[in-house]
């Protein structure tokens, strides 16, 4: 599975941006997932949806600002992100889960996108 990840960019605080990641190659997975790395931390899960049942998954710091949804045709996950915040500011891969489970562990997840820069200013 290769992921491709866009959509980031540099935006205001209180500004949104849709992050999009694109799978191709053999896709069968359980779950896709975004992940965010700000300097000096470690991944931090954001939140994710399970392929079939779109159940959905989101870290509190997400709850009310960020929507995961999936165009199955497409073989793409979306991440709408609204409200943004200084705090936001980290680079944002998308990752894809063939196990079961709940999606919300980066070391269980099996491919990674090669991440996309969001940055707010305050």
């Known amino acids: 599975v290769q992921l491709q990840a866009s959509g980031g960019g540099l935006v205001q605080a209180g500004g949104f941006l849709r992050l999009s990641c694109a799978a191709s190659?053999?896709?069968?997975?359980?779950?896709m997932g975004w992940f965010r790395r700000a300097p000096g931390k470690e991944y931090e899960f954001v939140a994710a949806i399970t392929w079939r049942g779109s159940s959905t998954y989101d870290a509190d710091s997400a709850k009310g600002r960020f929507t995961i949804s999936r165009d199955i045709a497409k073989n793409t996950v979306y991440l709408q992100m609204n409200s943004l915040k200084p705090e936001d500011t980290a680079l944002y891969y998308c990752?894809?889960?063939?196990?079961?489970?709940?999606?919300?562990?980066?070391?269980?997840?099996?491919?990674w996108g090669q991440g996309t820069q969001v940055t707010v200013s305050s």
């Open positions: 990752a894809a889960k063939r196990s079961f489970g709940i999606p919300n562990k980066a070391s269980e997840f099996d491919y």
């Open positions: 190659g053999r896709t069968y997975t359980s779950a």
